[in-house]
Each structure stands twice: as C-alpha cells, then as structure tokens.
C-alpha cells in the first residue's frame, strides 16, 4: 500500500488513518513510501486492522494480572502434580523401554513409534517442564532444575539419556 506523508503524520490514503510511529519527519512530508503492516515483515510501520488491539493493550495491568495468576497457580502446586509427572515419566520409560525390547526382531513401525515417544516425552514434557524450575518448590527437591540429569552418571541416564548436555540446554534455553 502506497502512502502519503501529510502534516508529519504517515497516513494511509485516502482514510487518512494517524500512524503515531512516524510523527515529527517534516522531510518525508509529501513522500510516496510504502506502508508495511504488522505481520507481513519485521521492518512494519504500522499495526495492521487485526493487530491494533496491540496498541490499545494496558501493559502495566496485563503484566499484574499474569503475575496475579501465576502466584495463584504457584500456590496450588503440591502432591497432585508430583504424582502426575511421575505417572508421566513411567509412561515415558515404559514406551523407551517396549521399544528396545521389540526393536531386535525386525525394522518395525511400533518400536520407532515407541521409542520416539520415549523421547519426546522425555525432553518436551518431564525435562522442559523440570529444567524450567516447575517442581522446585512442590517435589521436595526430588525434580530440582539444579539436581536434574547432572552430578553423576547415574543421575544422568535416569533422568536425561541424551546427547545433549543439561548443562548446556539450562544455558541456552533458559
């Protein structure tokens, strides 16, 4: 879309919609330039119609309100989400497991479907969930983001049996 700079606003012809980004360039005014919206280049100018509530938005009270619910959510941690990681990482070693054991008899759909479950359950559920600090302060230390897969071999093939250090992934990703 093809604007024109007009009383040192950029507006849109011919709605002549006020862009507050662009305000105070008396040299541009007159100037054909190309108008870009939000969420067809980085380089945008302008919000597009579906993003203007962006622009409208209240940070201060928004931020409030996710610390507002992330306190309250905090606060209902305890036991029940333990079990339930728990239930998870069996489920999560069970599908590895079945997929080792069946694995030797032939090239077969269930086992690559098994293990790569046993995988992806394993960094995308209990280690992301863990290496982010989500069971701290409800596991009694047990699934710590400063004790998971780290201080001995052991540690590290029950907990993370992976290339990837955790170490590394702890600094990279968080």
């Excluded at 507006?11 to 007159?30: A, I, R």
């Excluded at 069970?94 to 046993?118: C, D, E, H, K, V």
């Excluded at 863990?130 to 701290?136: A, P, R, S």
Aim: hydrophobic share 40%.
């Amino acid at each position: 879309t093809a604007i024109t700079v007009d009383r040192r606003c950029i507006s849109p012809s011919p709605t002549q919609v006020q862009l507050d980004m662009c305000k105070g360039d008396e040299s541009l005014k007159g100037a054909q330039v190309e108008l870009l919206l939000s969420g067809s280049r980085y380089e945008a100018s302008a919000l597009a119609p579906q993003d203007e509530w962006i622009g409208k938005l209240d940070h201060p009270a928004f931020k409030a309100s996710i610390q507002k619910i992330g306190k309250e959510l905090a606060e209902q941690q305890g036991p029940a989400d333990v079990a339930h990681l728990n239930k998870i990482i069996c489920w999560s070693r069970a599908s590895t497991l079945i997929g080792l054991a069946t694995m030797w008899y032939s090239i077969n759909p269930i086992s690559i479907f098994l293990l790569s479950l046993g995988t992806m359950t394993r960094w995308t559920i209990v280690a992301h969930h863990v290496c982010h600090g989500g069971f701290d302060k409800c596991s009694g230390g047990t699934y710590s983001r400063f004790k998971f897969g780290v201080g001995s071999l052991a540690r590290r093939c029950t907990d993370w049996l992976d290339w990837m250090l955790v170490e590394a992934w702890n600094v990279e990703h968080n």
